[in-house]
């Protein structure tokens, strides 16, 4: 079956969109990866210096403080308050909490992240859920209905004349089509697969999405500007402290025979520079220091370009490199995070509906049962900085008082539902033990009386 006209349509639309979208991709992963150019190093650096540049490597540092507090405890099907042991089983037959990783770096990076939901031939109740690189997928998306339409991967390269892409899987809500360039240098379909599954087996992730648009923004846009100062700073300082760190020597009264070793050989140059003794022959000849420049400015410079880096992201100024010299106490460290903290629940909320919509067509492929209004729920992990000893102290007191359940500690504490299983079948344990019984018995009395 040949590809139909609308069919090609739709193609060529993501091709273009995707060919538009390249030079900014590529500028992103450079920056991530330190493979940039720096346009503009300052007057003070001399063309020959560009070999000695120094980038501090700040885009990444937003990308894995971001990605870092960024963990998944459960997915929770409607009407549920615990993990739906299926949704656990694809979790990590996949190893999504991995790949969830390679997704939120690609949505930081480019703006946008793609998962893909596929039949597993080997295991049909555990269907294939993979991260699609955004540098090879674009998506069409009807902006009333907020649904994707369609998608595409154009990949591959031709090793001959260096071509690409040379291949295309055209996703579509009844249909996967696959295409590579023939000869003529047209679209040819290779396969066909009609799935009829009524949705494109494509998710997308925008990350700082406007509204009214279905395009993302890469969370380095804000950072690029100051990683190319900071690299123009850090590379001055290099000349200035090649020129100007080191303490000069001058002499008067001396010509350049003086420098001579005791076969009357001249000494070189850098040899003579760094001699802890000369011999002067002239009785006006002298020798002096100059101080060595302060470099302090630089220091000034980058800690001035970090705080703006720091203010932009609501980051703590250390992420940066900015420290004191007293270590800042453990009440004082979540003070400190709490528009970071805040900032990255935010990113949860967008990412969890996402995953959500993912979790419900993956456990549709799984059981052939389709969740209502696709409303599975993620539940997140605290972002901020564990402090366990104040949180458990809170959570006892607590509990002492009827104020919680077990169940609702171990939930606070950020338990999986594997090790609160564990946890289950150890007081099971305990409790078929009379000694222990009845040790726990008089530790809770001790407790509730106060002792």
């Known amino acids: 079956m040949a590809l139909t006209p609308s069919e090609l349509g739709t193609l060529e639309e993501l091709k273009r969109q995707h060919d538009a979208r390249a030079l900014d991709d590529e500028r992103f992963w450079r920056y991530l990866h330190l493979r940039q150019r720096i346009e503009q190093l300052g007057m003070a650096i001399p063309p020959s210096m560009r070999r000695f540049l120094v980038v501090a490597n700040w885009p990444r540092v937003v990308v894995r403080t971001i990605t870092g507090r960024q963990k ?82 154009f990949y591959g390269t031709d ?57 993302g923004e890469s969370e380095l846009v804000d950072v690029i500007g100051l990683t190319d100062a900071v690299a123009r700073s850090l590379t001055n300082l290099q000349f200035a402290q090649e020129a100007h760190g080191i303490p000069r020597m001058y002499m008067t009264g001396v010509a350049k025979g003086d420098f001579v070793d005791e076969d009357g050989k001249p000494i070189p140059m850098f040899e003579a520079y760094f001699d802890a003794i000369h011999t002067l022959t002239q009785a006006d000849s002298k020798v002096g220091q100059l101080e060595a420049a302060d470099l302090k400015n630089f220091e000034t410079a980058l800690n001035i370009y970090g705080r703006q880096a720091a203010l932009t992201y609501g980051f703590p100024a250390r992420y940066f490199g900015i420290t004191t010299s007293n270590p800042p106490a453990e009440g004082a460290i979540r003070a400190d995070e709490n528009d970071l903290v805040n900032y990255v629940q935010d990113k949860n909320d967008a990412e969890g509906m996402v995953l959500g919509w993912m979790g419900a067509l993956a456990y549709r492929f799984a059981t052939g049962r389709e969740v209502e209004g696709n409303r599975v729920r993620t539940d997140y992990f605290d972002p901020g900085t564990p402090t366990f000893a104040q949180r458990a102290d809170a959570l006892t007191k607590m509990r002492s008082v009827g104020g919680i359940s077990r169940e609702g500690m171990w939930d606070e504490l950020g338990w999986s539902e594997a090790r609160k299983a564990k946890e289950r079948a150890y007081l099971e344990a305990e409790a078929m033990d009379p000694v222990t019984s009845e040790l726990l018995a008089k530790v809770r009395a001790d407790a509730g009386n106060g002792a």
């Open 159 to 215: 090793a001959t004349t260096g071509r690409s892409p040379m291949h295309a899987t055209l996703y579509m809500p009844e249909q996967t089509v696959w295409l590579s360039v023939g000869d003529d240098g047209r679209w040819m379909e290779v396969d066909r697969d009609p799935h009829g599954l009524g949705t494109v087996p494509i998710l997308m992730h925008l990350n700082e999405r406007e509204s009214g648009s279905f395009a």
């Open 72 to 153: 998944v405890r459960a997915l929770i099907l409607p009407g549920e308050e615990t993990a739906d042991p299926i949704l656990r089983a694809i979790w990590d037959a996949n190893n999504l909490t991995a790949h969830t990783k390679m997704f939120r770096r690609d949505v930081l990076t480019f703006g946008r992240g793609f998962l893909s939901v596929g039949a597993n031939e080997a295991n049909p109740e555990m269907p294939l859920v993979r991260v699609e690189s955004p540098r090879e997928m674009e998506a069409k998306v009807d902006v009333r209905r907020e649904e994707m339409t369609a998608a595409a991967r």
